[in-house]
């Protein structure tokens, strides 16, 4: 029998405790559509030593919520697992470079089109107000290069001082109008295969579109741009992925831009694809058998 471990976040991290299951249910119905056992395992079970993932056939860390809560344990949890040579998808090295967002920086190296963006090891007030007078944008975006689900993540106007600021680095970006009128669209693809595209949307007045924050999702058909700019993304990442979500927006130009290439735990929207999750796993059951 498939032995499938499937990682989920640290029971005692009660931020996620009322979804995380859901998703997890999701992902067993699909799972186990291709005749395997799903086990669920807390991610920070396995940082010091990998034996207790060793007896699985496949390790998917899709649901490892909470990586940026402690960034050097998953730091090292990846380093463990990818020394055990754990059949892990997406591979460890992934699991590493893709839980801090400076990754954007490399793929714009290669011709992915980002928002304009400033790096900086720790953000300062002046860092802020200097963005404003150079791009002359009314609203600027600041977060941490490790976060997850809007984790302080500010929203700043001229003169608006800086609460609860990112700890050590940080990005700031201008706000893209568009995120509020036409939300941030997601493509997924398994096993290098498109799948499924989801629109999401603020409620009024917000400009987080988690679903914690009310956001308001539906299913979209992505148009020869949007295509175009996942699949320069996923041709621009080296390492072999089982599924890839990538996130966009247009800027004040109307182009498209990408905001994430989420490779670690995001969300597959499961209950928007119309297929649903047959890609998914479709792709794992090649990953099975490779």
């Not at 559509?33 to 669920?40: C, E, L, P």
């Not at 007896?55 to 860390?61: E, G, R």
């Not at 892990?88 to 920086?105: F, I, M, T």
């Not at 009128?181 to 498109?194: A, H, I, N, Q």
């Amino acid at each position: 029998m498939t032995r499938i471990a499937v990682l989920t976040p640290d029971p005692s991290d009660k931020s996620y405790i009322g979804r995380w299951p859901e998703v997890l249910a999701r992902l067993k119905t699909t799972l186990e559509g291709t005749g395997a056992t799903v086990t669920a395992t807390a991610w920070t079970d396995h940082v010091e030593d990998a034996a207790g993932l060793e007896p699985y056939d496949l390790i998917l860390p899709v649901i490892a919520w909470g990586y940026h809560r402690d960034h050097d344990l998953w730091l090292a949890g990846c380093e463990t697992w990818s020394h055990a040579g754990l059949p892990l998808a997406n591979p460890a090295e992934v699991l590493r470079w893709n839980s801090d967002k400076a990754y954007l920086a490399r793929l714009a190296d290669q011709g992915v089109p980002i928002p304009p963006t400033r790096w900086t090891d720790r953000v300062t007030q002046d860092q802020v107000d200097a963005a404003f007078a150079e791009t002359g944008a009314p609203v600027l975006i600041v977060k941490p290069t490790v976060s997850a689900g809007a984790f302080r993540t500010l929203r700043l106007t001229p003169g608006q001082p800086m609460t609860d600021a990112p700890e050590g680095a940080a990005m700031i970006q201008p706000y893209l109008k568009s995120i509020e009128t036409e939300g941030e669209t997601s493509l997924l693809f398994f096993g290098g295969r498109f799948s499924h595209a989801v629109n999401k949307r603020p409620v009024p007045g917000d400009f987080r579109i988690q679903m914690q924050f009310g956001g308001l999702y539906r299913t979209v058909t992505p148009d020869a741009e949007a295509m175009a700019l996942a699949e320069q993304v996923l041709a621009a990442i080296a390492e072999p992925l089982l599924y890839a979500r990538i996130d966009m927006a247009r800027d004040d130009a109307g182009a498209w831009v990408l905001m994430e290439a989420e490779l670690i735990e995001p969300d597959f929207y499961l209950d928007h694809d119309p297929a649903n999750g047959a890609g998914f796993a479709a792709a794992v059951a090649a990953r099975l058998k490779a």
